[in-house]
């Protein structure tokens, strides 16, 4: 017996760290200018582009965290496999194609999106599995 099912618990917890980065995705998108000269003391609109492409690259590592969390405290290291073929892709692109930091920012957000669908296909699958053990 694995335990108890924790996925509505991981639900809830991906549902807030979301809210959370589409608020301050949102609160950037209609102050750009105002976050990036508090940021960095200068704003400028190719800055503001990137900052839109960081904030959507950073919604997914921020989600992703939080299911490596989730991994962690369940003892369940499987994860690991997808995460590190992940970082390797994304290096990789990184190294091969970085003709600009725009090009940088779409592989993070590419990469990243498609490691977070992939890790909640992998915990979802073990959720139910876990039900199946009751």
Request: charged residues 15%; contains cysteine.
């Amino acid at each position: 017996h694995r335990g108890p099912d924790t996925t509505a618990t991981l639900r809830k917890s991906l549902f807030y760290v979301f809210l959370l980065c589409a608020a301050a995705y949102l609160f950037y998108s209609v102050f750009p200018a105002f976050v990036l000269r508090l940021l960095t003391g200068k704003s400028s609109p190719e800055a503001i582009f990137l900052g839109r492409l960081f904030g959507i690259s950073m919604t997914f590592i921020a989600l992703i965290s939080t299911l490596i969390f989730y991994f962690l405290s369940i003892h369940d290291l499987r994860y690991l496999k997808y995460l590190i073929a992940g970082a390797l892709l994304q290096g990789g692109l990184m190294i091969f194609l970085h003709k600009s930091l725009v090009q940088v920012q779409i592989i993070m957000c590419v990469v990243s999106a498609a490691l977070f669908l992939i890790l909640c296909a992998f915990v979802f699958k073990v959720g139910i599995a876990r039900k199946k053990d009751k």
